[in-house]
């Protein structure tokens, strides 16, 4: 689920002049694409262990993005479930959780009419 909100985020940033910071809770997510993943590129998607990398679909996705030089992101990992607004807004979107997004929007609305 994580690999695929990063795919989402970079599609929805595709093309932007400037870099884009893509934000994680998940340190396997931001792990897999700062530290392995061109790593198993070159292993032809292999892990050290010999083994098929896990989500190889996704991260051949990730690597596709990755490559293309119009295309100019970076993922971060930050703490899950410590108030950080956007994270939880994404995780409120991906668990479908429509109570919690509608609080957090909620939120929102007052943070800016003041």
Same mark, same amino acid.
């Given at each position: 689920?994580?690999?695929? %909100?990063?795919? $989402? %985020?970079?599609?929805?940033?595709?093309?932007?002049?400037?870099?884009?910071?893509?934000?994680? =809770?998940?340190?396997?997510?931001?792990?897999?694409? *700062?530290?392995?993943? *061109?790593?198993?590129? @070159? *292993?032809?998607?292999? *892990?050290?262990?010999?083994?098929?990398?896990?989500?190889? =679909?996704?991260?051949?996705?990730?690597? =596709?993005?990755? /490559? $293309?030089?119009?295309?100019? @992101?970076?993922?971060?990992?930050?703490?899950?479930?410590? +108030?950080?607004? +956007?994270?939880?807004?994404? =995780? /409120?979107?991906?668990? +479908?959780?429509? %109570? $919690?997004? $509608?609080?957090? @929007?909620?939120?929102?609305?007052?943070?800016? %009419?003041?």
């Amino acid at each position: 689920m994580e690999l695929t %909100a990063i795919i $989402k %985020a970079i599609e929805y940033v595709n093309r932007q002049p400037e870099l884009a910071t893509i934000y994680t =809770d998940s340190a396997y997510a931001e792990r897999s694409i *700062n530290e392995w993943m *061109n790593r198993w590129y @070159f *292993n032809g998607w292999y *892990n050290s262990k010999k083994k098929l990398v896990e989500n190889v =679909d996704l991260m051949k996705i990730l690597h =596709d993005y990755y /490559a $293309k030089e119009f295309v100019r @992101f970076e993922v971060k990992k930050t703490s899950g479930h410590c +108030g950080v607004l +956007g994270n939880e807004l994404a =995780d /409120a979107k991906a668990t +479908g959780d429509q %109570a $919690k997004f $509608k609080k957090i @929007f909620k939120r929102l609305e007052e943070r800016f %009419a003041s």
